[in-house]
Every structure is written in structure tokens, then in C-alpha cells.
């Protein structure tokens, strides 16, 4: 073989061994990954729908994170109070005056602070006993009466697991137990009021207008409307900001000022359909939008009045045990979150047929009822 035909060859090998090197390093940069970070994909949170997930993403990867959401809860309402920060420092009994702590050893004292600062509270607001108990005492209903009890098993030598068997028995069973009892009494006397009067069914919503399950609330109003007619559903609007909603306050008293000039329903939606925009130029502008007397409007949102009359619904959420928002009650019934609207619904319009065969006006029926549970 000649020098120049060798010089060849040897060209040729070299060439061949660079692009068979370039193919292997190409399979193993595919495979692997290399120095560029892989595109981040979204992450879904419980709420999010399942076709929020792009379509661009790999199969396999969009298949495994539709189904970690699909098995996630998805919360029903908002919580009275709001999750501490982790980075909050445990509360001391200083901290929990109220609670039936100085009664206790020194060393049970420190393991009772230990559990109230570790369990959540059964209403699975997210926060802890302790830190719920300091935030949000007066209005969470059944916050002082969960602290005593851990108090009080402590006291009695109860283990931390046992306690904890308690508190989850009672977070799961209470909304099937509320909605066996009697019909509470919650008055729509003042409430802001869709639908006939002689309506069958009355349902009376605690609500926030900050709160974004409550912004969907409608869903399972019309839901009901579809189900039993319009004509025979009613609905009562009861407010119930939450003190980790800083807006909620003054844009339920902004609709108040509304329903002054009979425009709730009209600014009702407003508010929830622009939920990141409840600053007061904002009320003042769905004002104009509504064509309510603007001037009339602001000289109402001063008045001490609307203010009271908002501060009775909250201490009516108390006093019934309002767990969150929104919560429904139709005819008296709370819904609970493992109730069916529809199946409560329906017991309720039983009820309704009963008080009419008794002679009772169909406008006073729901007076009627729920006087059984005062």
C-alpha cells in the first residue's frame, strides 16, 4: 500500500471513531442529562383541575403527577384560622392563658405544651392547637374546649397517641353527627335574600368574600336550583370574614353598603369574580360599575351599623359552631364536608311537606322548622 493511500486510511478511522464517539455521548447526554437542568414542570396543588397540566409534558411524567393530584384531598372551605408559619417558636403556657395548665406537674405541663404544639386541630384548619387557640380563641368555636380536653387527659395519664385517636375520631365524625341533629335556628331576619319567600327550601350560607371556595359556592346553590326548581330554593347570605383574610371585613361591609341600595346580589358577584382586588378604590369603583348612588354608598360604609350588623353574623358563626367557609344550612341542616347536599336537600323538603300538610303557610315554613332546634 502506497504512503498516500495509508494517509487515507488512517483519516477515514479517525473520522469513523470521532462520529461513533459523538453518536455514544449523544445517547448518554439523552439519557442522563448533561450540564442544562431538565424544564421544571408545574406543580400541582390539591385545588388545581387535572387539565391544568401541560400538554407538552412527557407522558410518564403527566401520568405520575395527575395521579398524586387526583389522590391528594382537595379542600372544601376555608379554615378559621391560618396555618402558622413552621418557623414560629412553640407557645408556652404563658403564652395559652385559659387553658387549665397551672393545675398541672411541671413535667405533664411540658408534655401537654408538647402536644398542643404539635397535633392540628380536628377541623383540619392546619394549624396547630396551641397556635389556633392563641390566633384565632374567639372565633373558633371549639378551640377552648379542645385545649381543655387535652388538658384534662394529661391530667388523667392519656398518651400522646391516644389523645391523638381522640381528636382525629372527633375531626372525622363531627360533620355526620351535626347533620343528624335537629335543625339549628339561624335567623335570616336582616340577611341579604335571593328567591321566593314561600320557597321550600331556605339555604343560608356563611360566607367570605375572600375566600376562594366561596367564590364557587354558587355551583352547588344552582346545583340545587336545577335538582328541585328555582322557585323552591331560597338562599340567605350570612357573613363570615376570617381574620386571615384582611380584606374580607371591609368587602363584607362594602356589600352591606350595596344592599342599602338593594344591589347585594350584583355586588356579591363583583367581589367574588375580582377577589385580588378588594382595596377600597376598588369597592368604590364596583360602585360606579353598578350604578349605585356612589356618594350614598360611601357615606354607608362609615356607618357603625353595617359594622354591627356583620359582628352579629361572626358571633352567630360562634354560637352555632360555624367550621369554615363557606358552610351551607339548608333548612337548618349543616352540610358537613361528608354530607351530600343533595341527600340533606332532600330531608329537608320532607320536613317543608310535612309543615304544609300541618297547616303551616308556605311563607312561615322555614320559621317553622327551625324552631325544633332552638
Given at each position: 500500500m502506497s504512503e498516500q493511500a495509508l494517509s487515507s486510511s488512517k483519516r477515514m478511522f479517525l473520522y469513523s471513531g470521532w462520529v461513533f464517539a459523538a453518536f455514544l455521548f449523544g445517547a448518554w447526554f439523552g439519557r442522563f442529562g448533561g450540564l442544562i437542568p431538565p424544564p421544571a414542570y408545574p406543580v400541582l396543588y390539591p385545588t388545581h383541575q387535572v387539565n391544568a397540566v401541560p400538554t407538552a409534558s412527557p407522558p410518564a411524567r403527566r401520568r405520575e403527577v395527575v395521579a398524586k393530584a387526583q389522590k391528594e384531598p382537595s379542600p372544601a372551605r376555608c379554615a378559621p384560622v391560618l396555618s402558622a408559619p413552621a418557623s414560629q417558636p412553640a407557645l408556652k403556657a404563658?403564652?395559652?392563658?385559659?387553658?387549665?395548665?397551672?393545675?398541672?406537674?411541671?413535667e405533664k405541663q411540658e408534655f401537654a405544651l408538647k402536644i398542643l404544639n404539635t397535633?392540628?386541630?380536628?377541623?383540619?384548619?392546619?394549624?396547630?392547637?396551641?397556635?389556633?387557640?392563641?390566633?384565632?380563641?374567639?372565633t373558633c368555636p371549639s378551640i377552648q374546649r379542645v385545649a381543655e380536653f387535652v388538658a384534662d387527659a394529661v391530667k388523667q395519664n392519656k398518651s400522646a397517641d391516644e389523645i391523638k385517636k381522640v381528636l382525629d375520631s372527633v375531626g372525622q365524625e363531627a360533620p355526620k353527627q351535626a347533620a343528624a341533629n335537629k335543625p339549628l335556628?339561624?335567623?335570616?331576619?336582616g340577611a341579604p335574600i335571593k328567591g321566593p319567600a314561600n320557597a321550600k327550601i331556605t339555604i343560608v350560607i356563611f360566607s367570605d368574600f375572600e375566600c376562594p371556595y366561596?367564590?364557587?359556592?354558587?355551583?352547588?346553590?344552582?346545583?340545587?336550583q336545577k335538582q328541585f326548581g328555582a322557585q323552591n330554593i331560597r338562599v340567605a347570605y350570612r357573613h363570615l370574614p376570617l381574620s386571615f383574610h384582611p380584606n374580607a371585613m371591609p368587602a363584607a361591609i362594602a356589600s352591606m353598603a350595596a344592599h342599602r341600595q338593594g344591589k347585594f346580589w350584583e355586588y356579591h358577584d363583583k367581589l367574588f369574580a375580582n377577589q385580588e382586588k378588594l382595596k377600597a378604590e376598588d369597592f368604590v369603583r364596583y360602585a360606579k360599575e353598578l350604578k349605585l348612588d356612589v356618594e350614598k354608598f360611601q357615606k354607608d360604609l362609615k356607618d357603625p351599623a353595617i359594622a354591627t350588623a356583620v359582628?352579629?353574623?361572626l358571633k352567630l358563626s360562634t354560637k352555632i359552631n360555624v367550621p369554615g367557609t363557606p358552610s351551607f344550612y339548608i333548612n337548618g341542616y349543616p352540610v358537613g364536608e361528608q354530607d351530600s347536599p343533595l341527600d340533606v336537600a332532600n330531608r329537608a323538603l320532607k320536613d317543608a311537606d310535612a309543615a304544609l300538610q300541618r297547616g303551616i303557610k308556605p311563607e312561615n315554613v322555614y320559621s317553622e322548622l327551625i324552631k325544633q332546634g332552638k
Open positions: 404563658s403564652d395559652l392563658q385559659g387553658v387549665s395548665l397551672a393545675e398541672l406537674s411541671k397535633l392540628k386541630h380536628p377541623c383540619s384548619c392546619g394549624q396547630t392547637l396551641a397556635r389556633c387557640y392563641q390566633t384565632d380563641s374567639k335556628p339561624i335567623p335570616v331576619d366561596c367564590a364557587q359556592a354558587h355551583q352547588q346553590v344552582e346545583a340545587l359582628q352579629e353574623d
